[in-house]
């Protein structure tokens, strides 16, 4: 099950997001302003946030200093966010004052189909590149020991590393499927 943080001051726009993610594959969170955000992150560890940044938003520079906020915090700084904007210049002015790439920018109004693939990608690319960081962590471990292989600790990563592997293999064929 995936966690959703949904954001967007639009309570019916929150409801109809809700509706769509409200199976048994996600337990979504909403909130209707950005104030507290990081609290509720800290405390929900969402897989996905999406957030809306309306033209006001992006006049105080809402939805870059949030962004940053949230790429500097060590739990959120890989977490994927889309931002859904009615003005999707938007998505520039972010990138530009960020000097970072958005993952994902979606136009409203928006199809709640296109919204859902969006949501399913960003997640399974996630969840890829966290196999990845553990493979690469456990073959990191590797490098350091200095016996011969025959040591505890050595075998355990090397097991680690096999299970992070096969764990990226699984998760990449989910995701060629899901295509």
Do not use: W
Request: glycine fraction near 2%; proline fraction near 3%.
């Amino acid at each position: 099950m995936s966690n959703i943080l949904i954001v967007d001051s639009n309570e019916d726009q929150l409801a109809s997001m809700e509706s769509v993610f409200d199976t048994k594959e996600h337990s979504v969170t909403s909130m209707n302003r950005t104030e507290g955000i990081l609290h509720v992150v800290l405390g929900t560890k969402p897989d996905i946030i999406i957030l809306d940044l309306s033209s006001k938003r992006a006049e105080r520079k809402e939805g870059p200093v949030l962004y940053k906020q949230l790429r500097d915090n060590d739990i959120t700084k890989s977490t994927p966010i889309i931002f859904l904007s009615s003005t999707p210049e938007i998505y520039n002015c972010c990138s530009f004052s960020l000097n970072k790439s958005i993952d994902a920018v979606l136009a409203k109004p928006y199809d709640k189909n296109d919204l859902h693939k969006l949501v399913k990608k960003q997640i399974n690319n996630s969840l890829i590149y966290k196999s990845l960081d553990n493979v690469s962590l456990s073959i990191e471990r590797l490098k350091v020991c200095q016996c011969a292989g025959t040591c505890s600790p050595h075998l355990q990563n090397v097991e680690m590393a096999k299970k992070a592997l096969d764990k990226f293999e699984e998760l990449k064929k989910k995701f060629n499927q899901d295509l």
